[in-house]
């Protein structure tokens, strides 16, 4: 485990016992032991450097598709969330996008600037880091279809560039070449007219406001879409909208959302989501697989 005193020379921001709760979209979990924030690219390279290469490690965005079990993370969080910022062309129609930027800024920014393919992520209320790892997507669209390359670093620090080729993409779900981290995208896109773009996003964001529950805590959707159906009609049709559990509930606007009603604990939220996963799979014969990261430890661990 590291402790503050053995970190030398660094500029960002370390925290200890840091509550999750204020980093997740479900606003409901543990403390993360040690928590940091990185002032730029070389001083995330400097601090990983000076890591114990045992430490476990949490890289979060926005937090808004993991749940931080109420015992809290046994390790060290890295939260890159404004903290590596940064958009850049890189020529005409691409551009580096930071991990830390988050996924609307980046829509919004090439859409301005008349080029298209990116406006699904307008409304995915994610970082450009959290995109990759997840291959974020809605509306037809996912964030591996535009990568050019990406930019990761590994546990010495060390930074490499890497191809689509080098990893394995798949319905939200992405698998690397070893232990790295994405720092940055490069996002290759069409020319396009800045006004039709922009007029997309909009109607893709109504889109979502009238079908998700956009103003509760939530992780967006708990459950992939298992082949040829939607995981939001196989719970609906097991009558579990609207289920609640202490402060989490079956979202009834949107089947396949759980929301904090505003005193969920992570317990709460993941017995909830182990109830309609058995519920479906008894009355419909289909396993749900969770699309939510669920890591750390139950309360009482003593993480
Ligand atoms: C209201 C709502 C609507 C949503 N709609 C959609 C949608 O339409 N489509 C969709 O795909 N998702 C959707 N989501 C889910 C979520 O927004 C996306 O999965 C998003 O990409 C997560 O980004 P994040 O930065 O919050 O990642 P986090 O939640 O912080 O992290 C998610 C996972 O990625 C890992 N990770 C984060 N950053 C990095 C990094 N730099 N390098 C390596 N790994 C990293 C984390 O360790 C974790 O395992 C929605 C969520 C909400 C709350």
């Not at 279809?145 to 890497?162: K, L, S």
């Not at 069409?190 to 103003?215: C, N």
């Not at 699309?291 to 430890?297: M, Q, S």
Request: glycine share 12%.
């Amino acid at each position: 485990m590291m402790t503050a005193p053995q970190i030398q020379g660094l500029r960002g921001e370390l925290r200890h016992d840091e509550p999750m709760d204020r980093h997740t979209s479900w606003r409901a979990g543990g403390r993360a032991r040690h928590f940091y924030i990185p002032a730029d690219l070389d001083d995330l390279s400097a601090f990983l450097r000076q890591l114990d290469r045992n430490e476990p490690l949490l890289w979060v965005g926005l937090g808004s598709n993991l749940l931080v079990r109420d015992g809290g993370f046994p390790g060290t969080v890295l939260l890159l969330l404004g903290a590596l910022t940064g958009l850049e062309w890189l020529d005409a129609r691409l551009l580096r996008a930071a991990a830390g930027e988050t996924c609307a800024r980046v829509a919004r920014t090439a859409s301005r600037a008349g080029l298209t393919g990116l406006e699904f992520l307008a409304g995915i209320p994610g970082t450009m880091g959290g995109a990759l790892a997840m291959n974020a997507g809605a509306f037809g669209s996912e964030t591996w279809q535009h990568v050019a390359a990406v930019e990761t670093v590994d546990r010495a620090g060390e930074r490499h560039t890497r191809l689509p080729g080098e990893y394995r993409i798949g319905y939200r779900s992405v698998q690397g070449p070893g232990e790295e981290w994405f720092v940055a995208a490069h996002l290759m896109l069409e020319k396009g007219d800045p006004v039709v773009a922009q007029e997309r996003i909009r109607t893709l964001l109504a889109q979502r406001g009238a079908s998700q529950p956009v103003q509760q805590f939530s992780c967006g959707s708990v459950f992939r879409n298992p082949p040829g159906d939607h995981a939001a009609r196989l719970i609906e049709v097991c009558g579990l909208k609207g289920r609640t559990l202490g402060g989490a509930q079956v979202s009834d606007k949107h089947a396949n959302f759980i929301v904090n009603r505003g005193n969920a604990t992570a317990a709460d939220i993941e017995t909830l989501l182990l109830q309609v996963q058995g519920t479906v799979e008894q009355q419909q014969g289909v396993r749900l697989e969770t699309e939510v990261h669920i890591v750390g430890e139950p309360a009482g661990a003593g993480a």
